[in-house]
Each structure stands twice: as C-alpha cells, then as structure tokens.
C-alpha cells in the first residue's frame, strides 16, 4: 500500500495468567495477553506498537505510535500513528 509506513516487530510479550503492576515502558512492540495496572509508555524515538489481545486488561494510561486493542483498558489512550480499535474491545477512559 502507498504510503504506508512499516510498523515495527513484537519482541516482548505479557503472558495470560500475568499481572504487572507499575509503570512499564518499551521499544519496539509490545503484546499484553495478561493484566497491567499502571502507565505505558513506549520509550525511545523509533516506532512502536502495543497489541491489547482479548483476554488483556490494562488499568492505566497507554502512550505509543500504534495501538491496537481488542480486550480492556481503564484509561486514556495516545496513539500518535494508528488506534485499532477491535470487536471485543473495552475502553474507558
């Protein structure tokens, strides 16, 4: 497609049955199948992307370039590229 910039690779991944509290920050991509309470914030200048599967849930501020939800987020949402917001997705915020 035209134009279209390439988003970057998932390398780190919050697994289902795992729950992190605190602020998390990360480079390049980031996939959450488990619960997050507290802020994320992708670090760095080079592109990012958060993947919020079905069955995540995240309680706090998201910030990154592209952002793509299909489970629960309590919280604002930033996404400076892409906001993909899918079927099951839940957002308050």
Do not use: W
Not at 25 to 45: E, P, S
Not at 59 to 74: C, E, L, P, S
């Amino acid at each position: 497609m035209f134009g279209k910039k390439a988003q970057p690779p998932i390398k780190s991944l919050i697994a289902h049955g795992t729950r992190v509290e605190g602020h998390l920050h990360f480079t390049d991509g980031l996939r959450i199948d488990g619960q997050v309470v507290g802020d994320i914030c992708a670090a760095g200048d080079e592109p990012s992307m958060l993947v919020i599967s079905e069955d995540a849930e995240v309680q706090g501020t998201i910030r990154a370039d592209y952002v793509i939800v299909n489970g629960t987020v309590r919280g604002p949402v930033h996404a400076r590229e892409l906001l993909e917001v899918q079927p099951k997705a839940n957002i308050e915020g």
